[in-house]
């Protein structure tokens, strides 16, 4: 039987590069033989406090020292990792603890409020990180490394947002989580050891959690965690680290291209990689204009450990898509209508996005439905609907259920928030579709004004319409001061369509 752990990823790095720097977080600096002997001491006390391997431990931490050194304990314990999210309501809490059968809940002094009330509900332990932990940790015997795994043994059970009603446990094994760093960081990306990343996209989500802390990791580098994202704050430490690398979402993009206007100076950056939902054309030019900086966009989801496709410097880049399969994955597009069979498209195409390859996750926790109807034929149906040029070029054109259908004519949101970027006077548009008695469903844009503009619906219509074709342009304009967004920074149509509806 093959044996994997997670847990070697840091474990290796203390023993190749022990005094090296791995984890910057404000004042604190550890070298990855500090963080990893922190590591070892906590895996010692989740060992006495009964955790065994296999258990489920959920952590609920912001982008501080301690959501790494718990993770890798979790791991090190033998233990499942089940990371919260942290803007969820107690009683969401509630639906992940209890889903996942944790069996013991870490939280952090910032959230122990919301995480105390649902531990207490569901009959889970609590432990506090900081001093609660630290003292256990101190005083319990370190374990002398980490504990042998199977390979395919669960890893992590990563919560999906909930898009499609009540949050699903995807379980990803070792295998999924080191394949997925290590590709990341030696084949899709040229990450290189005296990197120095910062770690801004939230560490319980799978973006921030395998690009950012793993594959960062993997590959020998530093991280610097930014607990709360703000742009201005976010120049200010790249350049203070001298951070050459930055991850994140579009809408992360978008501010930091605003608040380059005020900065001193602007970090040096060498790779940029988006993902978590389409980064617009033109704001991956006005980034690239003003940081002088590649974006390399790429695309992923938890199920797939996340990342499956990015553009790579080895094929070259093209703007507006997601690049190629990441080494030992295959993606590809399939015919969207068909249920139960997988049966690919040529190129060209439109079909739904499927994926296959190391990277593809075990299952649903507990519901083997939703499994079944997700791995099809060997492969994950992803929900998206995309192309595939004869280039191999990957383009994701939008969610499957956000088509909007005006009179019979399928329009993309996302076609037409490309375009909408555009405009001088707006900053950030979400597309969605309104109940229409007359169409079916009407074409809504939700803008965000650019800063200093005060932009005219009808004016924007009329814009709109000289760029856009006759059933695809929005027939309502409606402003916002700002797009709701997920706990993984993804703007929440749902939310909007809720708002929208009936006014």
Known sequence: MATLSVAAILAENARRRPGKTALVEGDLRLTFAEVWQRALAQAGALTALGVRPGDRVALMAPNTAEFPVAYYAIAAAGGVVVPVHLLLSPGEVEHVLRDS??????????????????????????????????????????????????????????????????????????????????????????????????????????????????????????????PRFDAAR??????????????????????????????????????????????????????????????????????????????????????GTIGHPLWGVDVEIARAELEDRIELLPPGELGEVVVRGHNVFSGYLGRPEATAEALVDGWFRTGDLGTKDDEGFLRIVDRKKDVIIRGGYNVYPREVEEVLTRHPEIAQVAVIGLPDDLHGEEVCAVVVPAPGTAPDAAALTAWSKEHLGRHKYPRRVEFTDALPLGPSMKVLKRELRARYTGR
Request: glycine share 8%; with cysteine.
């Open 234 to 319: 976010a120049i200010e430490l790249m350049v203070r680290e001298g951070v050459n690398t930055f991850h994140g979402v579009p809408t992360m993009f978008v501010s930091l291209t605003a608040a380059a206007a005020d900065a001193a100076r602007l970090p040096e950056l060498r790779v940029c990689i988006s993902g978590g939902a389409s980064l617009p054309v033109a704001v991956l030019e006005r980034f690239e204009a003003v940081f002088g900086a590649k974006i390399y966009e790429g695309y992923g989801l938890s199920e797939t450990s996340p990342a499956a496709a990015v553009n790579q410097p080895v094929f070259g880049t093209k703007a």
């Open 101 to 226: 059968g944790a069996t013991l809940l870490l939280v952090h002094p910032a959230q122990a409020e919301t995480g105390t009330a649902a531990a207490r509900a569901t009959g889970v332990r609590t432990v506090t990180l900081g001093g609660e932990f630290e003292k256990l940790a101190a005083d319990a015997e370190p374990l002398p490394s980490y504990l042998a795994r199977a390979a395919d043994d669960p890893a992590v059970v990563l919560y999906t947002s909930g898009t499609t009603g009540v949050p699903k446990g995807a379980v990803l094994s070792h295998f999924n989580l080191v394949m997925n760093a290590t590709v990341n960081a030696f084949d899709a990306n040229d990450i290189r050891a005296d990197d120095i990343a910062l770690g801004a996209l939230p560490l319980f989500h799978a973006f921030g959690q395998t690009v950012s802390l793993n594959s960062t990791w993997r590959a020998g580098a530093t991280l610097v965690l930014l």
